[in-house]
């Protein structure tokens, strides 16, 4: 999974698609690929994150979260909690 990660960004795109980019890795790992998200998203990239990791859906600028097929709630993350 890091090699995938290292693989998609290597080229400096704009915009990365990432689905459950931490789902196989240990919570030190994961944290770290979120904070190279957070610090690649600094620098103009833009990420659009598939997750079921409520904190991990914390490090983005917005959250869409989907039930059943519908938006359920879609806003800025200060405004979820």
């Known amino acids: ?16 698609l990432a ?3 931490t789902g196989n890795l240990h919570t030190s790992q ?3 690929i979120m904070d ?9 990239m833009t990420i659009i994150q598939v ?3 409520e904190k991990n859906a914390q490090y ?7 039930e059943d097929g519908f938006v359920r709630e879609d806003g800025p993350v200060d405004s979820k909690d």
Do not use: S
């Open 1 to 16: 999974q890091l090699v995938g990660i290292a693989r998609a960004i290597i080229g400096k795109p704009r915009l990365l």
């Open 19 to 21: 689905d459950e980019p």
């Open 30 to 32: 994961g944290a770290q």
């Open 36 to 44: 190279l998200f957070a610090q690649l998203h600094q620098e103009g």
């Open 51 to 53: 997750t079921h990791n």
């Open 60 to 66: 983005g600028a917005r959250v869409i979260k989907l």
